[in-house]
């Protein structure tokens, strides 16, 4: 009996510092996602916003080492077009594809708010939970879902902002709501089904009025450290960098870099602080998906190029980050433009827009396209950070954008 009863006090101590970390993780999470409930919310058009240049979108992206399996997925909503589109492209054993659907945006097919971060296209949804964001698309035809939950652990960065733009009314907000995420769930495309625990992900937000004919580009690309690279650093690092740019990336709009560990930001650094140099720019053609343009029309061939190869650096101070990216696998996102006049405004007017059909376009007006880059890759990152050495090799993701719009040709 007086075994027994030392027993169970030593095994209810056990019982509690076994749960302790749990716990710990469990509250994180819940604050995480506390903030998340107001800072992702939606924005839609208010009174005396200019609805025509109006953008928003959930981002959401993932990679699996062991799977050799990278996903990227949007759900967008487009006041120039009057459209709503869910894009998912998928990377997996040297092999990319994706799937594509548009909408007219209208209440009937889409949902959301500015009291959520919640979001309806059709019957593909984000819904932020108590656990995390439950993302779900599927394909119009049923032969592709992504049914997934990603779990954030660390808090959002504060939002980026650019404004100093030629056109009045016209500013870009960009929300980190977490560069470091966990995802479960199933991937199943061309009959095959891909099973996600606890992968590497990454979730941010895109909102704000602004032409995509207008003179704008960007640079953006985000990396978490992987467990699988044989790394230096042993604690987990997190990198997010944003640089609005103009069309030819001779001049930086604004730029920032954001370093998270342990989920907190513990380095930024902003405009002259941060250099991005892109070489080896490549004009091949590597084809626009179908489904994403009229199949009368392509592109016209390597009018849109991209870095192989991109340089970051960052210094303040005593801190300093040296990144390299490698280009592996380069994905072209069209975005359609309106033409009317230099804005996208058809007729002078916002209210042209909405009088077309279900897409949003007037039948018979001008379309031009840009094209954002969506590039896996490699990179390595080296540096000092809050007086500690920072070394690590791992895949990630990073966008591309430069180059005016063009109108589509006819297929030769």
Not at 20 to 44: K, M, R
Request: with cysteine.
């Amino acid at each position: 009996m007086q075994i027994k009863l030392v027993l169970k006090p030593i095994l209810a101590i056990i019982f509690v510092l076994l749960a302790a970390p749990n716990a710990a993780l469990a509250y994180e999470s819940s604050d995480y996602i506390d903030e998340l409930l107001v800072s992702d919310t939606f924005h839609p058009p208010g009174e005396g916003d200019p609805e025509y240049l109006y953008n928003e979108w959930h981002y959401f992206n993932m990679i699996d080492e062991e799977q050799n399996l990278s996903v990227v997925c949007t759900f967008k909503l487009n006041g120039g077009t009057n459209s709503s589109e869910v894009l998912l492209g998928y990377y997996v054993n040297e092999t990319s594809a994706s799937f594509y659907e548009s909408y007219p945006l209208t209440s009937e097919v889409v949902n959301y708010s500015s009291q959520s971060p919640d979001v309806r296209i059709a019957n593909n949804t984000v819904t932020l939970t108590d656990e995390g964001y439950r993302v779900h698309i599927e394909s119009g035809n049923g032969s592709g879902i992504f049914d997934a939950l990603f779990k954030p652990e660390t808090r959002p960065a504060p939002v980026f902002s650019a404004s100093n733009f030629s056109v009045p009314g016209m500013g870009i907000n960009w929300l980190v709501a977490s560069p470091k995420m966990e995802v479960s769930g199933n991937l199943s495309v061309a009959g095959v089904t891909y099973s996600l625990n606890n992968s590497r992900a990454y979730h941010d937000h895109n909102w704000g009025y602004w032409s995509w004919g207008e003179d704008l580009g960007w640079d953006w690309g985000q990396v978490s450290q992987a467990g699988n690279y044989s790394n230096e650093t042993a604690a987990e690092y997190s990198i997010s960098f944003g640089n609005i740019t103009n069309a030819n990336h001779s001049q930086s709009v604004s730029s920032v870099l954001n370093v998270w560990k342990d989920g907190e930001i513990i380095a930024s650094f902003s405009e002259e602080e941060i250099q991005i140099e892109h070489y080896n720019l490549n004009t091949k053609d590597i084809g626009i998906s179908q489904g994403e343009m009229s199949p009368a029309y392509i592109l016209p061939e390597g009018f849109f190029t991209f870095p192989q190869n991109t340089l970051v650096n960052a210094s303040s101070g005593s801190e300093t980050l040296k990144i390299k990216f490698t280009t592996r696998q380069p994905v072209p996102l069209p975005v359609m433009i309106p033409v009317g006049n230099d804005s996208g405004i058809k007729d002078g007017t916002k209210d042209g827009i909405k009088d077309g059909n279900e897409s949003g376009i007037e039948s018979g007006s001008e379309i031009k396209y840009r094209i954002i880059w969506e590039i896996i890759g490699t990179y390595q990152v080296a540096g000092e950070i809050d007086g500690k050495s920072v070394s690590y090799t791992a895949d990630g993701f990073m966008e591309y954008v430069a180059g005016e719009s063009v109108s589509p040709i006819s297929p030769s």
